[in-house]
């Protein structure tokens, strides 16, 4: 048995579903009881919160190997109980700004707690360090429901986005085959895209002329403000200001996708293909 976090988001949900394609038993776990439709098929949900590890502990009954995601409450007491319900694999959900080591940066720390927590563990440990995630181009679903015009920040920042679709499947092989054991795989997209590239491809997957529109650093952090905690407005600004010394080189094609799967990473095309109905579809 399997256990995904995160199932109902974007990475476990392609995860759940790259299992549930390989007919491996999986368990979802969930905060709550999901409303129908709401967790891919193939998935049996239990209930824990990952803030309260002995609230994990029914979820691990049987459970060989476990998905986590990064940067809660308590990682240690989280993974100890993973260890003491004999979990034999643990995989960690992490991020490409750890190399950087920026503890000033609220994100970046909570990334590098989370994978010093996981080789403190005595667990078997597998870490995937993605780039920014093509489903973050969800962000733009109320402008688009509004117009054709996306008004955003860090216009002139390239990123090579990885598709969740991948995460999930590199998730699942790394989960199912022993020799990932003790590795790091850095994860991206196959090249770097402005998000005025990014909308031009979603534009064309929706059949529409879209207009991007980038903010200076001042107007984008005045919208920010207020949207998320003060040190998250302050993270992304370090990662991805003009001028940041800090500056996170999200462009870099990484070659984890390609090391696990033996394939090159999907493009964004692909991803805009596949998300378009739900740009479209109110209720998604
Ligand atoms: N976006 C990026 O570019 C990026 C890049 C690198 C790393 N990451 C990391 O990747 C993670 C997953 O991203 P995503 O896009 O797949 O997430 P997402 O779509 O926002 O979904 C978040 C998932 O986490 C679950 N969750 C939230 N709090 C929880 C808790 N206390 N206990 C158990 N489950 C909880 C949610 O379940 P509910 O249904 O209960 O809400 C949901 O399934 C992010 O949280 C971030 O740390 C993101």
Do not use: C
């Not at 007491?77 to 000033?104: N, Q």
């Not at 720390?109 to 995937?128: G, K």
């Not at 962000?139 to 986005?161: C, H, R, T």
């Not at 200001?241 to 996170?248: I, K, T, W």
Request: net charge negative; no cysteine.
């Amino acid at each position: 048995m399997i256990l995904v976090s995160g199932a109902t988001g974007n990475v476990g949900g392609e995860l759940v579903a790259a299992l549930a394609r390989e007919g491996r038993p999986v368990r979802a776990l969930v905060r709550s009881e999901p409303a129908p439709g709401r967790l891919p098929e193939g998935a049996e949900p239990v209930v824990g919160d990952l803030n309260d590890p002995a609230s994990l502990r029914p979820a691990l009954d049987g459970v060989r190997g476990a998905f986590l995601l990064p940067g809660y409450a308590d990682m240690p007491g989280a993974l100890a109980e993973l260890r003491a319900a004999g979990v034999a694999h643990v995989v960690l959900l992490s991020s490409i700004s750890v190399p950087d080591g920026d503890l000033g940066n609220a994100v970046s720390r909570f990334m590098i707690r989370s994978e010093e927590a996981v080789r403190e563990a005595d667990l078997p440990w597998t870490i995937l360090r993605p780039s920014g995630f093509m489903s973050n181009t969800f962000q733009w679903k109320g402008q688009l429901a509004a117009g054709d015009v996306v008004e955003d920040a860090f216009g002139d920042v390239a990123i090579a986005s990885v598709d969740p679709y991948d995460i999930g499947a590199v998730a699942a092989r790394v989960l199912l085959d022993k020799e990932h054991v003790g590795q790091t795989y850095a994860l991206s997209g196959p090249r770097a895209l402005l998000p005025a590239d990014r909308l031009r491809l979603l534009g064309e997957a929706l059949g529409r002329e879209l207009t991007f529109v980038g903010l200076s650093d001042a107007e984008a952090r005045r919208r920010m403000d207020g949207t998320m905690p003060e040190e998250y407005v302050e993270a992304f600004f370090r990662y991805y200001g003009q001028g940041s010394e800090h500056a996170l080189d999200d462009s870099v094609v990484r070659p984890g996708v390609r090391q696990v799967l033996g394939r090159g990473p999907r493009e964004f095309a692909q991803w805009a293909r596949a998300h378009a109905g739900e740009f479209t579809d109110p209720k998604a």
